[in-house]
């Protein structure tokens, strides 16, 4: 069973370029969700995903896009890549029916902007 | 106002010795989820323990157990004989409605030999 997997580990991007993070579960899991972590803090909500084809905004979605076409991917895309945004991005999921189980998280994409 | 505190940055403790990590939070929802996370040197975020705000009893899981106190909206971590595995950065996180969980900016845990 493996999880959530988050492709690619690490990426270096320069400023201005675009990528796409993406995001697969194999747990059937409804609840997605995509984190930010930056250096000595704690993970900040970006976007999240109740369903498939459903998506909202977390605490600080600007500069990054969301879709969520099949339950079991969900896609963190940055339109134009700035410095700011270099940090550790974790995936993490749950199932809808199980809310006192903690999330399963991705291992994470190490991401730097130049 | 921050959601989630946790007020020690860095913790030492000596192998085999119990730890308290602490952790306060803020809601006006009565019904919400309180869960720890370890965060090894390796970057993996690992699940420990969850409390329910209804729960009367407070949660233990192996050598972890959660001291949640309600009315002072705590939820401290307790560690019971540790061990060299324990170091890691440790984050405390409320799930309210919805399912989203907001964290805290962690714990580093250091144990000595």
């Known amino acids: 069973n493996a999880g959530v997997t988050q492709t690619p580990k690490f990426r270096v991007l320069k400023t201005g370029q675009s990528m796409t993070l993406l995001c697969a579960q194999d747990m059937n899991h409804e609840y997605m969700y995509w984190y930010r972590q930056d250096p000595g803090m704690g993970l900040r909500l970006i976007h999240y995903?109740?369903?498939?084809?459903?998506?909202a905004k977390g605490e600080v979605p600007d500069g990054y896009n969301v879709s969520r076409l099949k339950k079991q991917n969900f896609l963190l895309g940055l339109e134009s890549a700035a410095p700011s945004q270099t940090s550790v991005y974790f995936c993490?999921?749950?199932?809808?029916?199980?809310?006192?189980?903690?999330?399963?998280f991705g291992s994470g994409t190490r991401l730097t902007v130049v | 106002a921050q959601k989630i505190t946790q007020t020690q940055p860095g913790m030492f403790v000596q192998e085999k010795e119990a730890v308290t990590l602490d952790c306060t939070y803020d809601?006006?929802?009565?019904?919400?989820?309180l869960f720890w996370y370890k965060q090894p040197s390796s970057g993996e975020m690992i699940f420990l323990i969850y409390?329910?705000?209804?729960?009367?009893q407070n949660a233990t899981e192996g050598r972890y157990s959660l001291n949640f106190q309600k009315a002072r909206k705590s939820a401290n971590l307790v560690i019971s004989a540790s061990q060299l595995g324990d170091s890691a950065m440790y984050f405390c996180a409320m799930r309210e409605g919805g399912g989203k969980s907001t964290f805290g900016d962690g714990t580093t845990l250091t144990v000595k030999p």
């Open positions: 809601t006006s929802d009565p019904s919400y989820g």
């Open positions: 409390q329910g705000s209804y729960d009367q």
């Open positions: 993490a999921s749950h199932r809808k029916q199980e809310p006192n189980y903690g999330y399963t």
């Open positions: 995903s109740v369903g498939e084809g459903t998506t």
